[in-house]
């Protein structure tokens, strides 16, 4: 989608919502919609295919929260499944009970999880990738897969000033 991991934690699920399409077909769901609060406090629409919104379902249940219900609307769309034993996660992540609260990553959380599971993946001996492919994944940081969605887009003659606003820039 190109949201920076700002945007991405803040997500809750009570902005993100199908896109109703009068000419989707039953085999085509069609396109979900996420309101996100970029830079500088304003708010954009970003869109995301169903088989992402179908990723974010299973992570849900995983967490063993319903995605379908309407009075999750603010839980963060993603958020720990497994919680540190620190006390200031305990807190955040966990009821008195024990179960997970819905409450999202912090920015800097969301990073270092992205982090660590791109080094995982680089030295993981059964994943088969080149020593080159190696190197770039250690020093890939996640602002990267904002710049791949642009390039990608842009790749694919998505207008210059849709894939602006899709980023959240503002034209000066």
């Known amino acids: ?6 945007e991405a934690a ?24 996420l309101r996100v609060l970029g830079k500088r406090s304003r708010w954009r629409t970003v869109f995301l295919p169903s088989s992402v919104v179908a990723l974010i379902a299973a992570h849900w249940a995983d967490r063993g929260h319903d995605f379908d219900d309407v009075a999750s609307k603010e839980m963060a769309l993603i958020s720990p499944v497994v919680v540190p034993s620190t006390e200031s996660a305990r807190a955040k992540h966990l009821t008195c009970n ?10 800097e959380g969301l990073y270092q999880i992205i982090k660590s599971t791109l080094t995982r993946l680089a030295i993981d001996q059964a994943v088969r ?5 190696c190197q770039i994944l250690l020093s890939t940081a996640p602002h990267a897969f904002r710049h791949t969605f642009a390039t990608r887009a842009t790749a694919g003659q998505v207008p210059i000033d849709v894939v602006q606003r899709t980023l959240g820039h503002v034209s000066q």
């Open 10 to 33: 803040g997500a809750t699920r009570g902005y993100h919502n199908q896109v109703r399409d009068v000419k989707a077909h039953a085999n085509k769901p069609g396109l979900w919609e």
């Open 98 to 107: 024990g179960e997970l609260t819905g409450n999202g990553f912090s920015p």
């Open 129 to 133: 990738i080149s020593d080159t492919d």
């Open 1 to 6: 989608t190109g949201i920076r991991r700002q």
